[in-house]
C-alpha cells in the first residue's frame, strides 16, 4: 500500500482544513486509517483512526469534537476535516494505514509522507 497525504498549509488559528490521504496499490477495505502527527522536538502522536470497512471512529481528545475522520471507498481516499485550529494544532501530519485497530504508531505498516499544518496565532 502507498499512501500520499495532501492538503496542508498556513491558516490563521479559528480556520479549517482538509487533509486527504489518497492510496494505492490496494483497497483499504482490509485496513485501520490513522492520522498522527509530529510537532518540532515532540513525539509523533496519534490524532485520529478510521475502521475503513464499518467506518467506525477514535479521535484524540485534543481533537475530540473539532477535526472529523472519514474515507470515500470510491477513490480509496481517507480525509482528516480540522476546524477551529489552534496554533498548537501546528505539527506535520501523517496518514498510516494498519491491519490493527490501534492508536499504537508502531502497528501502523504503511505511512505517507507528511504534509505540514501551520496554524498562526
Known amino acids: ?27 483499504l477495505s482490509d485496513y485501520y486509517m490513522g492520522w498522527f502527527r509530529q ?19 477514535d479521535y484524540a481528545d485534543s481533537v475530540k469534537g473539532r477535526f472529523t475522520i472519514s474515507r470515500s471507498n470510491a477513490k480509496n481516499t481517507g480525509y482528516l476535516q480540522m476546524n477551529s485550529l489552534k496554533p498548537e494544532d501546528t505539527a ?9 485497530r490501534t492508536r499504537y ?3 501502523y505498516n504503511y505511512w505517507g509522507q507528511g504534509t505540514l499544518v501551520t496554524v498562526s496565532s
Open 92 to 100: 506535520v501530519y501523517y496518514c498510516a494505514a494498519s491491519i490493527s
Open 105 to 107: 504508531k508502531s502497528r
Open 39 to 57: 510537532a518540532p522536538g515532540k513525539e509523533r502522536e496519534f490524532v485520529a483512526a478510521i475502521d475503513w470497512s464499518v467506518g467506525s471512529t
Open 1 to 27: 500500500v502507498q499512501l500520499q497525504a495532501s492538503g496542508g498549509g498556513l491558516v490563521q488559528a479559528g480556520g479549517s482544513l482538509r487533509l486527504s490521504c489518497a492510496a494505492s496499490g490496494r483497497t
